[in-house]
């Protein structure tokens, strides 16, 4: 055999490993949030610095079909009281009605609606619903790596980013005689180990 025809043949093999491995990764998982993130970023003082926070309990579903996009979906249900920026009394004035008004609207939901390839990486077009609006978002994510299970099964990282202007979402408090002292735009960051449901 020449040394394209072992080229191409290793190169036919690798690709058939590949979609051997998608395949036997197919199927429902669910983030084990002890050891997930949601995490999130908005400049101060005219963005000459930037605050962050998180929130600590969430909930996130995914159908994940490596082979087939048209079979993929992600849900996440955040629980806003689980607001953590580490100051206590900052967070409870996030909580309340100025800000995501917890106490009306408690979830923040995605939803995906398509999941499409973008490179290495993915696009999943959804859903956001936060304060009682709901506006189409692209979360552009990938899979970070996995970690067998035994019995055929597999731990699965994924890795996503997005961002928004908060105003969108009634989100628009700002410090009295100061139009820019919080930033609009959030920057959100996702890191999720999925687990077989």
């Known amino acids: 055999m020449t040394r ?22 197919a199927g429902a998982y669910v983030g084990d949030t002890q050891h997930s993130q949601v995490s999130f970023s908005v400049p101060v003082a005219g963005g000459i610095a930037h605050l962050g926070g998180r929130f600590n309990r969430f909930d996130v579903s995914i159908n994940y079909s490596p082979n087939d996009l048209s079979k993929a979906w992600v849900k996440a ?25 917890a106490a009306k609207y408690p979830n923040i939901i995605f ?17 956001l619903s936060l304060k009682g609006v709901t506006k189409p978002i692209v979360i552009h994510f990938r899979q970070t790596g996995t970690r067998p299970l035994g019995q055929k099964l597999s731990l699965i990282g994924f890795e996503g980013d997005f961002n928004l202007d908060r105003r969108d979402y009634g989100l628009r408090w700002q410090f009295p005689g100061s139009s820019d002292w ?5 920057d959100a960051h996702i890191s999720i180990l ?4």
């Open 4 to 25: 394209k025809l072992k080229i191409t043949a290793l190169t036919i093999g690798l690709g058939a490993a590949a979609l051997v491995l998608a395949d036997a990764l």
């Open 77 to 101: 249900v955040i629980d806003v009281k689980s607001l953590d920026t580490g100051i206590p009394g900052r967070d409870n004035h996030t909580l309340g009605r100025d800000g995501f008004w």
């Open 111 to 127: 939803q995906s609606t398509k999941i499409v390839k973008n490179g290495t990486a993915f696009d999943a077009f959804g859903n």
């Open 182 to 186: 919080i930033g609009y735009k959030i």
């Open 194 to 197: 999925a687990r077989p449901q």
